[in-house]
């Protein structure tokens, strides 16, 4: 049975990985999914992969 491949991405779910991964809190697994899906190098130290918050 071969790999799947997402075609699309619930964004919320996407952006609470994206936090706990730069905060180091997810599983391996998921750990890879979000390397995979924002093609990151597990080598490279990790950088802010979100926005800052837009203030007025």
Do not use: C, F, G, K
């Not at 991405?9 to 180091?24: G, P, T, W």
């Amino acid at each position: 049975m071969s790999a799947r491949t997402p075609s699309w991405v619930n964004s919320s779910v996407l952006m609470e990985a994206i936090q706990r991964y730069q905060q180091d809190r997810l599983p391996r697994s998921l750990r890879l999914w979000v390397e995979a899906t924002l093609e990151l190098d597990p080598e490279e130290p990790v950088a802010n992969l979100l926005p800052h918050p837009l203030t007025d």
